[in-house]
């Protein structure tokens, strides 16, 4: 039947099975009712087969046109979508390239070629084309990605199944986005470091020319970077700006501090200058309140540096490449001291812990706090992990065994946890970061009732809501602060005994290399009170001693020696042999002695598990910067870091790229 069909012209609408189906119904019904009539009449039949035949002709007729015109409509439709689609992928403004297998360029529409020039592109690799499109058709399939491209921002999408590559040029939005951060509000406050120590001693004039001379430079600086300025103090500005003026700040790295510390030097009244600059946030209250903290922050870590923040990301610090100047004056220690022992009468008991695997400068200031504690008749728990101690300090804890009341006060993180109480008072010694103390936990109950006392520079992570901070990054070791604290103490009160003042006094020694850097006049004050009281010499040489194995492994990192930079030397032990934390700063510390060398860092794997980092300088190279960027911290010239989860190889490369790094930015 379907051949027969085939042959004839047949209407359009018989091609369809629900048509022709619908049709041949009426035509049988039809029949049907011409051959009844025929029964009944066959004048009335003839009548209605005519008529039959009438109307299905005219039906016939209708739907052919019907579907005749419905066709043409149709066809006419998806030839001009056609058409449309083919101008659209050749005019519109979005970029087309496709390629083949073998990232061949097949072809390019219009868009595209006019950032291709003239040249003729067809059947070229796209490597050889461009080096940036042949790195885009890597990228993860229908997923937007944002890429600059001759000179030009562009949304691109890449399908490689089909071999295609669609820019969506998006050079205007990313201009106004641009625009619009360039133009967020930026709030500062900077602060002469040490403007009342310089001007004390000085007459009227001269602090009216040191002040004006200052003014003077810092204006001309906010001029030339178009920031607004306004003295608030003696030794305080305020300052205001847009973002674009603190990226062109960020890039000259902040120049103005060594500007004011060489120009006032010369006029023999050195001053330096700290800053502390917040932006990001559009409530301006705020952006003044977060530039304040940034500048204590500035000045907890030794001042002369700038302190940069966004609420939501790291900080960043520019200067700070100088040891800090003496600030810190008897009359402070005098207030702090007073202060601690208000903040004593009111707790019903005081806890005091250092940082995790406590140094000789951690435990003495704990047995030193523990004293003034006892001299207020306040009871004093010194917080002490027996399964995180180095072996001089281990070997200190043996020499406490035969004090009775010092022995009994130390007792471990769990016991602490135990005792604690909400009017309970924790003193932090030798640290100022909650998550590195011996015991977080303890923090963590106690976050509003916290006592601060360090001399390290200040870290970004700092506990929220201290009752007491005193830090001093000028000190040569928090025992020597502590140390100060005793001439300010009731008199009637027991005073410190042999073993408290061995252990400060070894916490000193120790810090600072046996007297040999960051030693002031204070220093040698603290050391010749404790030998006054009964600090024995003799002993802290026997605890620092070391025993042979000691020596001979710190003999075999020094083996390791590498000069990874002019003046910087490396040693790293094997990853498989764990070393002790203490042999590796012995040997950071012994690299310092050798010609040629002015900054050392040892990497070893700790007993612990994790990779260490001892780094040291004779105070020209800044260590404490790289120690920072890999997590850990302390002083310009002594500091250390501890990584989890990563090879000594790793952390060696890792460590090289920031030296290199550094000594790049430098140079520039």
Known sequence: MKKIFSRLHIPLFWHDVRLRTVVLALLVLGLLSVIVSLMINPFLA?????????????????????????????????????????????????????????????????????????????????????????????????????????????????????????FIDTTKYMQLQRHYQDEQIVIGQLFLDNYDEVTQMMDDQAISNLSNYVTNLLSDWANEFHLF??????????????????????????????????????????????????????????????????????????????????????????????????????????????????????????????????????????????????????????????????????????????YPDDEASIITPDDAISRVTTNSLLIMVDHSKPSISISPKLYEKLPNRTVVIDHHRRGEEFPKNPMLVYIEPYASSTCELITEMFEYQPKNAEAINKIEATAMLAGITVDTHSFSLRTGTRTFDAASYLRSVGANAVMIQKLLKENVNNYLEKNHLVDTVEMVAPHIALCMGADDEPYDPVIAAQAADTLLSLSGIEASYVIIRRNDGKVGISARSLGDINVQVVMEQMGGGGHLSNAATQIEGKSVMAVHDELLAIIHQQDTADEE
Not at 139 to 147: F, G, P
Request: hydrophobic share 45%; glycine share 6%.
């Open 46 to 166: 003839i009548i209605l087969l005519l008529l039959l035949i009438v109307v299905s002709v005219v039906a016939v007729h209708a739907i052919e046109t019907i579907m005749q015109r419905t066709h043409d409509y149709v066809s006419d439709l998806s030839y001009r979508a056609k058409i449309g689609e083919q101008e659209a992928l050749v005019q519109m403004p979005v970029g087309v390239i496709i390629y083949d297998q073998h990232q061949k360029v097949q072809w390019v529409n219009p868009f595209i070629q006019h950032f291709l020039g003239n040249e003729n592109i067809l059947d070229k690799n796209i490597a050889d084309l461009d080096s940036q499109l042949a790195e885009l058709t890597l990228v993860k399939d229908n997923v937007l990605h944002n890429v600059h491209w001759h000179n030009n921002d562009f949304q691109v999408i890449v399908q490689a199944s089909i071999g295609a590559i669609y």
């Open 229 to 402: 300025l306004k003295r608030v103090d003696n030794d305080h500005f305020f300052m205001i700006g847009y973002m674009r003026a603190l990226k062109a700040l960020e890039k000259d790295k902040f120049t103005i501090l060594d500007t004011i510390r060489k120009a006032t030097s010369k006029q023999n009244y050195p001053l330096t200058l700290s800053v502390g600059i917040a932006y990001g946030d559009h409530n301006l209250a705020q952006l003044a309140n977060d530039s304040q903290s940034y500048l204590d922050l500035a000045l907890g870590r030794g001042g002369d540096q700038v302190v940069v923040k966004n609420s939501g990301e790291p900080a960043r610090f520019y200067g700070g490449q100088t040891n800090p100047m003496e600030k810190r004056t008897r009359v402070r220690a005098r207030m702090i001291a007073q202060a601690l022992r208000d903040l004593f009468l009111q707790a019903d008991q005081i806890f005091v812990m250092g940082h995790n695997h406590p140094d000789m400068d951690a435990l003495g200031a704990s047995l030193g706090i523990r004293r003034i504690a006892q001299m207020n008749k306040k009871k004093c728990w010194v917080i002490v992990d027996p399964d995180t101690l180095h072996t001089d300090v281990q070997r200190l804890l043996k020499e406490v065994e035969k």
